[in-house]
């Protein structure tokens, strides 16, 4: 490899940062209502969800170790080319409805900021705007995405930091006497409640599998990717615990289950009005480093299908520094599509709906790369993590209910005929994985 192309390739940082830049979107700020009234449930769902999380990036992070080809020929080498496809273009799926999401919520931040942009219409239109600047930075190249990446990594994690020092203030300096933190909501803790919570959080934590899906664009894959992806994992699991249940014990429950902007109104607790712009701010940053870091994860995954012919050869051509330009468009025009389409709903419902069929859809991801794992005959703790990665996975499912399980096994079959169609179209196998960066029928 060339020292320009080697320059041009993402280090250990720049993946981290795109690790938590995707996991660290806007639905972190916004999931404290909702876990409120779930009580102790909510730091058991953490837990769990956490440590599924990093047992899922470990398994992951030991496809990767095979090299730098993108997460689709990591599964294709245990299960072949159909199974491969399925478990992409379920994450592809879950990339771009998750683009609209954000957006959505990250233009919400910005209404609250600048009332006259808060309607459903100026929501829409600001979300659009969100998706058209950061796919004007993603086609100058993966460096310049990650050197985004890394800025707004750093901005999103203040808020959550903040609210971490507002618990410590009021509780070591500010309290003035006595305990200045609520008591939590004394929902029973067990089984289901548990399993509810941890369907909830999940949403916030997707996002580590990113790092797995350029093709030929991470230096060193073999030890970045895994290094990267398990470090971030652990890193924002950390986070999330200890920030979303220092609201829960700074705010009374009926307050907290009733607030639009939870972080809001808790750090206001101890900063006044400067709190809750602050956490609006903080909103906004994290959007904007979620869209950024995921316009990059949705072409390169829409690219990856491309190469193998499962998707129009059109999607496999690239710009200078391999940017798969087209590919990146394609997922980015459908959530804009997706945001135009429904601009009469409100931010909350959209929002609620894409964050269920996201999780879903990157379940069968999950399940896929676990088995794909334990495929290669792990030992040992290796075995151990592996197995509750895919323990975790089921249990997710479980937690997601009838409703987003039921669009995203509709979304799989969508797949499925699309597969048939393009291998019929094209008359021939998909390119071989082991050489994916060769353009098909560019």
Sequence with gaps: MSRNEDSRQLGFWMTWSIVVGTMIGSGIFLLPASLARFGPNSIAGWLVSGLGAISLAFAIGLLARAGGNGIQSYIE???????????????????????????????????????????????????????????????????STGRLAVVTAMLKILPLVAVIAVLAQLELGGGGGGSSLFPLAPTPLNLDNIASASALTLFALLGFENAAAPVDKVRDPQRTIPRAMVGGAAFVAFLYLISSTAILLLLPVEVAAGSSSPFADAIGRGWGEFGAMFAALGIAASAAGYVNANVLVCGELGYSMALRREFPAFFARTRSGKTPLNAQLLGTGLAA??????????????????????????????????????????????LVVVIAGLAFTIFAFYGSGGEANL????????????????????????????????????
């Design 77 to 143: 080498k245990a299960f072949g080319p159909f199974i491969a496809f399925l478990a992409t273009f379920a994450f592809w799926i879950s990339s771009w409805t998750a683009l609209a999401a954000v957006s959505i919520a990250g233009a919400g931040a910005v209404g609250w900021l600048v009332p006259a942009l808060g309607d459903n219409r100026a929501v829409a239109l600001v979300a659009i705007a969100f998706l058209a600047v950061f796919q004007a930075t993603n086609a100058l190249g993966a460096r």
């Design 407 to 442: 669009w995203s096994l509709a979304l799989l079959a969508l797949g499925a005929a699309l597969y048939a169609i393009m291998r019929r179209t094209r008359g021939s196998s998909p390119a071989a994985a082991a050489n994916p960066a060769a353009p098909a029928g560019s």
């Design 337 to 382: 599509a997706l945001i135009l389409a429904n601009m009469s709903k409100s931010t909350a419902e959209l929002f609620t709906f894409m964050a269920l069929l996201t999780a879903c859809a990157t379940l069968w991801l999950y399940l896929a790369s676990s088995l794909a794992a334990l495929k290669q005959g792990p030992k040992g703790l290796t």
